[in-house]
């Protein structure tokens, strides 16, 4: 039977719940770090603060519109953060960014292999 609160008799937190909520901070500090930060700031404001998207707008000088469009788009941010930590999955943008560091490197070589020609061929 679980406890009220998690915490077992004697008023100690359950471990294993310690260690999840811990654990969960972490990532939620790390997907926090790939929000534009203008969106970052308008949902930590909105779901950390607790204000109000018509305080939000004052805090950040900015129409309310403006204010909720920062805090939604950084929400979906978050989500998509969050959903590519847990799964390991790759955008379409980090795809592209290998790829495109990938053909840098082989044109690094070639370059190197014809010891500086400039007629370099690149697939």
């Not at 379409?92 to 020609?117: C, M, P, Q, V």
Request: glycine share 8%; proline share 4%.
């Amino acid at each position: 039977m679980p406890y009220p609160n998690d915490e077992a008799p004697g008023g100690d937190a359950d471990p294993k719940v310690v260690t999840l909520d811990s654990e969960r901070r972490e990532e939620i500090q790390v997907a926090l770090g790939a929000v534009r930060e203008e969106h970052r700031v308008a949902l930590v404001l909105r779901h950390t603060e607790r204000l109000f998207y018509s305080k939000i707008a004052a805090v950040l000088e900015v129409p309310d519109g403006t204010a909720k469009g920062w805090e939604s788009r950084g929400r979906a941010a978050m989500l998509v953060a969050l959903t590519r930590e847990s799964t390991g999955s790759r955008t379409t943008g980090d795809l592209e960014k290998e790829e495109h560091e990938r053909g840098l490197g082989d044109r690094i070589e070639r370059r190197e292999e014809t010891d500086g020609d400039r007629a370099l061929t690149i697939q």
